[in-house]
């Protein structure tokens, strides 16, 4: 019923767009939550591009780049495309970028390709999500890209059971598939698959059963937060480390809460594609930057690194197309650089970046004191192994 | 056998955390009945505290835990004295509306000053070693609950059921008017009742933090839980709370060992069945 005036909205909005052209200012519309619980990464985007802005300009080959930032609030797919809709009409963005939660972001699908407005994702991790729009872009990963090359690097490291405990949620069940296929097609087993409550903190009887079936190892997927923090501890506290059951995560030592978990944290084995720990140039020049803010400086974490190359992406694009939106795709498509997390390049089929996943143990930074993911070799260079066209 | 032993153990140790986190409730929402939705706003105050108290001002666990319980009265008098006393007069729906209010205040104040980040307390050496018990090792931290768990029902049964000062608040309760014209200081006794209640709310939050950990957003993401033990043990009854606690605690517990996916049904499931046989709660006084 909406579809017709969306259409001649977003006809409106492309005869505007076309005649911003040679206009030198630039907009870039950020939807992100700013408030509520998960304000945090409204908070890591904003400060990830001032400190790109700090250090890189705010000039894009011959045009003027500015950001307006929108509040999404949580889990809020109406509420995130009303906002787009209104950066894009009534503040003439010319590209849209943010996106925490896959449905805010699967919800502005329709808007960018009648828009034709290029959509930098930040965050949201469902493989699917890029395969509704050609006009979507994103700098995170996916939950595959990291949960597969685990499974291969558990196996190389002798494993051959697992049970796999994640949240019993969308995203908890797409890193349990991811897991298990690839564990199980390089001959290894998985003895049980427990899914517990997303509202559970208390992970004492989980872990108790884990321990009792006697894997090599534990595979875990938990939203992170008041979760992730009660499983680390849980871990520790039931004995399994001792058992020889070694952890696997992904995203759970990230670095935001990371030193709340104390030293029950130590040693707990993840696979990911950004550490703040990471050792090169371009992640030290990207600290810094963020450093540079001030007090109010947020921890640095995946979310920061997505929305800093998400900023350099949005710069490559405008340099090369200014507000030409199917232009701004095709530059960016197949565009490589240097990242705070490594080498990356934008697959031009899957629109996700191509990168490191690495493995990493916490451990305690001699110098600092504070805990850090310790990344100790590369697994896997990847797309997006979910992607399914 | 071992299995059973599992459930058991780690069941009354969820079921006491469940109740020390909300025994601060059942005091001001049973026994006071103003309807507290702000209690949460209290543990989380008694969290940050000890958080500040042992990351900024590097105290040890015990310290930062007596610091939290402190401030948090220390706190929480004024707003009696200011807000509460007004609040008691009200209906249930402005009852409701007022300290959801506060909560929200709460929980402002503390994302300003902590951020939104998780704020934990550090166990000190004793409570975060674990304890083998033959079959299978528990944290010490939780035979501590444990512990204090019983330690706080006895204490409030004494303190209710057998000391001058609860026969009087069980009278101004019941009827203001008539215990002020007996000469009670009902003012007082309701004061001191809500400091009370509000000491409770920081312990509950500080010792519960490892199950149950602390950010700003504690006191809604715990709310409904709090209500729940309390209305299944019945309003006015504090024992009613121990025992609704301990049977929520056993009752997930077991179904998270037997049938994890089922888990969160099983405990919704009984808290209606409860509440469908017995409106009032396993030991309501007030029907």
């Known amino acids: 019923m909406s579809r017709k005036p969306l259409a001649a909205l977003a006809a409106v909005t492309l005869g505007l767009a076309a005649g911003q052209a040679t206009a030198d200012e630039i907009r870039v519309g950020v939807v992100a939550p700013f408030s509520g619980p998960f304000a945090l990464y409204g908070t890591q985007f904003r400060q990830a591009i001032e400190a790109w802005q700090a250090t890189h300009g705010t000039r894009a080959g011959d045009h003027e780049i500015s950001f307006v930032y929108k509040d999404s609030g949580g889990v809020n797919p109406d509420l995130a495309r009303s906002l787009s809709q209104e950066l894009v009409i009534r503040d003439r963005v010319d590209v849209l970028a943010g996106y925490v939660f896959t449905p805010n972001a699967l919800s502005v699908a329709q808007l960018a390709t009648q828009s034709e407005t290029p959509v930098v994702i930040f965050n949201a991790a469902t493989s699917a999500i890029n395969a509704e729009s050609p006009f979507f872009l994103r700098t995170s990963y996916t939950l595959p890209q990291v949960s597969a090359p685990l499974a291969d690097w558990a196996y190389a490291q002798g494993i051959r059971s697992v049970v796999t405990t994640v949240a019993d949620y969308g995203p908890g069940i797409d890193a349990e598939t991811a897991f298990s296929e690839a564990f199980t097609a390089r001959g290894g087993a998985v003895t049980d698959t427990i899914r517990m409550p997303l509202s559970t903190t208390d992970f004492a009887p989980f872990l108790q059963s884990v321990r009792a079936t006697g894997p090599e190892a534990v595979f875990v997927f938990l939203p992170g937060g008041p979760p992730t923090f009660a499983y680390a501890k849980a871990y520790a506290e039931n004995g399994l480390k001792e058992a020889g059951i070694t952890f696997l995560g992904t995203a759970e030592t990230e670095e935001s809460n990371l030193q709340a978990l104390g030293d029950g944290a130590l040693g707990l084995h993840t696979a990911y594609h950004y550490s703040a720990a990471h050792d090169s140039d371009a992640n030290r020049a990207f600290l810094a930057a963020v450093e540079g803010l001030g007090d109010d400086a947020a921890p640095v974490n995946w979310a920061s690194v997505g929305a800093w190359d998400g900023a350099d992406l949005i710069y490559r694009m405008v340099e090369a197309a200014g507000a030409d939106g199917r232009a701004a795709i095709e530059a960016a498509l197949g565009a490589e650089w240097e990242s705070p997390r490594g080498p990356v390049r934008m697959d031009p089929e899957s629109r996700t970046l191509v990168q490191n996943v690495y493995i990493r143990e916490v451990t305690r930074n001699p110098q600092t004191g504070l805990l850090e993911n310790a990344e100790t070799g590369i697994i896997a260079t990847v797309g997006d192994l979910g992607w399914k066209d | ?287």
């Open chain 2, 1 to 287: 056998m071992t299995l059973l032993l599992n459930i058991a153990l780690d069941g009354i140790a969820y079921g006491m955390i469940l109740f020390l986190v909300a025994v601060g409730l059942s005091v001001t929402m049973g026994l006071m009945r103003v309807v507290n939705l702000a209690h949460g706003g209290f543990a989380l105050m008694g969290g940050a505290l000890a958080h500040w108290a042992g990351a900024d001002l590097g105290l040890g666990f015990w310290p930062a835990l007596a610091c939290a319980i402190l401030g948090t009265v220390a706190l929480a008098l004024p707003l009696e004295r200011l807000v509460y006393r007004r609040i008691y007069g009200f209906g249930e729906l402005q009852q409701v509306l007022a300290t959801i209010g506060l909560t929200f205040i709460v929980i402002a104040a503390v994302n300003r000053w902590q951020g939104s980040a998780l704020l934990p307390v550090p166990l000190p050496e004793t409570l975060s070693r674990t304890v083998d018990l033959g079959f299978r090792t528990l944290p010490a931290h939780r035979i501590a609950v444990i512990l204090c768990g019983l330690g706080v029902i006895l204490g409030l049964w004494l303190l209710l059921d057998r000391t001058r000062f609860g026969i009087r608040l069980r009278a101004a309760v019941d009827n203001r008017a008539i215990a002020s014209a007996h000469g009670i200081v009902t003012d007082r006794i309701y004061m001191a009742t809500f400091g009370l209640g509000a000491a409770l709310a920081a312990l509950g939050g500080v010792l519960g933090a490892e199950l149950l950990p602390v950010d700003a957003y504690y006191p809604l993401r715990y709310m409904v839980l709090f209500l729940m033990v309390v209305a299944v043990g019945g309003m006015g009854s504090v024992t009613g709370s121990f025992a609704a606690a301990l049977g929520l605690g056993i009752t997930e517990t077991a179904a998270r060992y037997l049938v994890p996916d089922m888990a969160t049904f099983a405990f919704y499931g009984i808290v209606i069945l409860v509440l469908a046989l017995r409106p009032q709660g396993l030991m309501g006084r007030i029907a």
